[in-house]
């Protein structure tokens, strides 16, 4: 177990003086630091492994010793854990360096527009304020002109039902015949379908122009 033990510890040792170099040297190559990164990985799958024998050996020393042997091991474990955490902490905060660098390169080399540009975007802005206003226009024209399709089709309505009536007296003078006056009531029961009809179809055109153009 002891040789198990110091050969763990060994590693734990060389992983910190990698980490440490990889802290302290900012001015490392890329290539030079993934090659450091990737043999602390290493070194870090190494020491998983030796605890595994280390767990294994020091269940087997003299009940005696074995409390001893424990505390060692998860002593090792403790120092691994801290190590880890720490590479991982350096790793993020090298991925949040490289991300600012590319961030300010892609700022620095980023071409700003021009006063003309921002001409030409105000223009197009005003063209579209113009379309939008003359769109409003026209459709309080179009809800001018249903509203007076509306007015025509009641007095048409108001005609209607003065002549039906009227029609009724004279039938009721003259004596007209039951089918002429079937004939009368059916029309003047189509007009008024046409009636409903055209104050239904308004409103339909009306309800659309509304929900697209405003």
């Known amino acids: 177990m002891e040789v198990c033990y110091y050969k763990t510890n060994s590693y734990l040792q060389e992983t ?5 170099h990889l ?18 990985k290493e070194k870090f799958e190494k020491i998983n492994s030796n605890f595994d024998q280390l767990d294994i050996l020091a269940s087997k020393v003299p009940l005696t010793m074995r409390q001893s042997a424990k505390m060692k091991v998860d002593q090792l474990k403790y120092d691994a854990r801290h190590l880890s955490a720490a590479f991982d902490s350096w790793k993020y905060m090298n991925f949040q360096r490289q991300r600012e660098a590319s961030e300010r390169e892609e700022l620095l080399s980023r071409q700003f527009t021009t006063n003309d540009h921002v001409d030409i975007m105000i223009d197009h802005v005003v063209q579209h304020n113009t379309s939008v206003r003359n769109a409003v226009n026209g459709v309080d024209n179009m809800l001018e002109h249903g509203s007076d399709i509306l007015d025509n089709l009641r007095s048409q309505r108001t005609t209607l039902r003065g002549a039906h009536k009227r029609l009724i007296d004279i ?38 122009v509304v929900y697209y153009f405003l």
């Not at 910190?16 to 440490?20: G, M, T």
């Not at 802290?23 to 450091?36: P, T």
């Not at 002429?180 to 029961?189: A, G, K, P, W």
């Open 16 to 20: 910190q003086d990698l980490l440490s």
């Open 23 to 40: 802290e302290k040297s900012s001015n490392l190559s890329a290539e030079d630091r993934e090659e450091i990164e990737q043999k602390i």
């Open 171 to 208: 039938g009721n003078t003259v004596g007209l015949s039951n089918t002429t006056m079937r004939l009368i009531e059916q029309r003047v029961r189509s007009d008024s379908f046409v009636f409903f009809g055209g104050i239904f179809v308004t409103i339909l055109v009306l309800f659309i």
